[in-house]
């Protein structure tokens, strides 16, 4: 499935590489909510996404991310992390019928609840470990565990009324 939408899913890869650089890296809502909704990429792509590939296209979103902005292995360690942990995810909210189709986990019809869950979840995971990875000490780990977690309620907010807003029949 992906083979056939590879220049669909190229252009949303530039679109929001795009975006997150020059647009949700300049709000910064008093220094502690940083929306990255880059993630999205690694959440649309299709169920039938091999593992490998899933990791390959994690490590490089975050690559790109990081050459960038700099932060030297930062978003390529937490986007690493959050392809690892989407199949697991989709596992364990999705129904058999859901994991046997071949499009993207990522539908309207899939229901709000469903979307909250799997978003809220991977988000979370990725931003804790970007946090933790920024500030690299337990001395702080409170203020970076709140720094992700108000991060994940910006992010998960933007990802979600972009899929409604984009996706809608």
């Known amino acids: ?16 590489i795009f975006l997150q650089l020059f647009l949700f890296n300049n709000i910064q809502l008093s220094g502690y909510i940083n929306p990255y909704v880059y993630v999205l990429f690694i959440l649309l792509l299709p169920y039938s996404t ?13 690559l790109i991310l990081d050459t960038f902005m700099n932060t030297f292995g930062m978003h390529s360690s937490a ?15 999705s129904d058999r019928d859901d994991t046997d189709r071949k499009g993207s986990p990522i539908r309207v019809s899939s229901g709000f609840v469903w979307l909250i869950k799997y978003t809220v ?9 970007l946090f933790m990875i920024e500030s690299f000490t ?7 565990l709140w720094r992700a977690i108000v991060s994940t309620l910006a992010t998960s907010t933007f990802i979600v009324l972009g899929i409604y807003f984009t996706l809608r029949k």
């Open 1 to 16: 499935m992906m083979g056939k939408n590879l220049l669909k899913y190229f252009g949303v890869f530039v679109l929001l």
């Open 79 to 93: 986007t690493l992390l959050l392809a690892f942990l989407r199949p697991y995810m989709l596992n364990l909210i």
């Open 138 to 144: 337990l001395s702080t780990f409170f203020s970076s």
């Open 50 to 62: 091999p593992g490998w590939l899933l990791l390959i296209l994690g490590f490089a979103t975050g």
């Open 121 to 129: 979840f991977l988000v979370l995971a990725h931003h804790i470990l």
